[in-house]
C-alpha cells in the first residue's frame, strides 16, 4: 500500500469514527444544521441554527429520531448545547484544539455523514480556527475532525459569507463545563455600548500600543458592571484582561461565560490619558 | 539517500504517479475539431463517456500519445448519463476497475479531464457523500473536488488509480460521478 491509499484509508477511518458522535438537528425551518454527541447526553451545536427555544428534534448516526431540550446558548462564539437522553450513542473524542497548527488536515463532518476537507489557514487572535475547505449547507454545527477522527471543533459559516470557521474545542469546554457547573450558560455583560475608534498615531506611540483601532464607549447602562467600575461616555477601551480590544466584536469574545463574577482590569483612555479600572464582569439579566 | 528518496514515505509523489496513471487512460472527446469531454479507456476496446457529451452516432478520440481515433456510439443511457464507445483495433492501454461499492466517505479520490480545454488536469478532493442529492433522485458519489466543463465522462479514481466513477457534472463546489456500479451494470448490459 503506497503513502497515499495510507493518508485516504485513515481519512475514511476519521470520517467512521468521529461521524458515530454525529447528531442532524432540525432547529430551523429550511435547512436543517448538525451537532456533536460532546459529552454524554449533552449535543453542542451551532447557536445560529437552532431557531427554538425549548425542544428541537435530533436525529441520531442509527436514524433514530429524539426530542432533545436547548440547555444554554452562548451566542458570542455560536454555541449552543442540547440535553437528550441518548443511550448507545457514542460520544465524540475530543482533542486539545490548543495543538491544531496552520497547515494540518482538517476534515469537515455533516450529519449523514458527509464530509469535505481541506487544511487550517490560520489561527486567530482568539483562537478561532480559519479553515481553507467547504462547509456544505447543513455542515454548521458539525465536528472539525483532524486525521485521527478527533474533534477539534464546531465548523460556523454563520459568522460570514467568505469565512468558514471553527470554533475550538477548548472555548466549547468552557462553554460545556459552565454549563454543568452553573445548570445554566450564563451571559457575561459589562453594560456598555461600543463603537470602533481609530487611536491617534502620536497617542499610540506614547503609550506604546501595537493595535491600530480601540472601542469608545457610547452608552453606560444605569445600575450595570460598568457604571459601578467608573466607566463613562467617552472612554477609550484599548484592552480587557489580557485580551487587546481591537473592535467590538473583541470586547464580545472577552465576555465569555465563564467570566461572569471575575474582577478584570479594563485599560482605557480617558482625555488621552490612560487609566486602569477594575471591573466585575456581570450577568446580563434574563428576559421574563 | 536522495531527497526525493526521503520524501517518498510522504502522500506527495503518489499523486504525481496516480495523475500519470490517470492521464494514459484518459481521452479527449472530440467532434473532430472542439473538444466536448473526457472519457475514459475501458477494459476490452471501449471508451465510456456521458451521455451529454456524446449526442451523435460517433465521435472523435484523442489519447494522450496524440493518436486520434473514431469511435462509434454502441449504447446510451441518458438518465443514468452514460455512453459507450466502440473503439476499433487493440493494444489501447485500459483503465483498472475499482470493486463496485468500495468508496468509503472520506476517503481520497482524483479526477482526470480536460477542464476548460486545459489538458490531462488532475484535481483531488475526497468522498463527501454516496446518494441522491435530491428526494427521489439518482445516487451519485458526491466529492468534495473541483470539476470544470470539460472534465465530463472523464475518470473518478481511489488512491490506488482503481476507477471508482465516471464524472458526469458540478453541483456548486460538490462533483458528481456516476458511481461504479452503475456503470458497470450499463456496460455488460451493452455487451449483451
Redesign the interface.
Known sequence: M????S???D??????RA?RAVFAVNGRARLGSTGVHWRPGLVVTADHTVHVDEEVTITGPDGRALTARVAGRDPTIDVAVLKVDAPGVAVAEVADSDAVRVGHIV?ALGA??????GVVSSVGDTRMLHLD??L?PGFSGGPLVDAQGRVVGINTSGASRHWQLAIPAAAVNRVVDELQRRGRIPRAYLGVSTQPVRLPEPVRQRLNLDQQTAVIVVEVQAASPAAAAGLTIGDVIVSLGATRIADPTDLKSALRPDRVGESITASVLRGGEPKDLQVTVGERPRRG | MSARDAA????L???AA?AEQLRRVTVEVTDGSQLLGSGVLWPAGYVVTNAHVVRRPEASLRLVDGRCVRARVLARDRDADLVLLGVPGTGLPAATLAEPESV?????VAAVGHPLGVRGALST?????IGPIERQGRSWI?A?LHLAPGNSGGPLA???GFIVGVNSRAAG??ALAVPMNTVARFVQAARG
Do not use: H, K, M
Request: proline content about 6%; glycine content about 12%; charged content about 10%.
Open positions: 503506497n503513502g497515499l491509499q493518508l485516504s484509508n481519512l475514511a477511518a476519521a470520517v467512521e461521524g476534515l449523514g455523514p458527509r464530509a469535505s476537507w475547505l467547504t456544505y | 517518498s514515505g510522504t502522500a509523489p503518489d499523486i496516480l468509503r466517505i472520506g476517503s481520497f478532493g475526497i468522498v463527501c457523500a458526491q468534495d481511489d488512491a490506488a463546489p460538490l
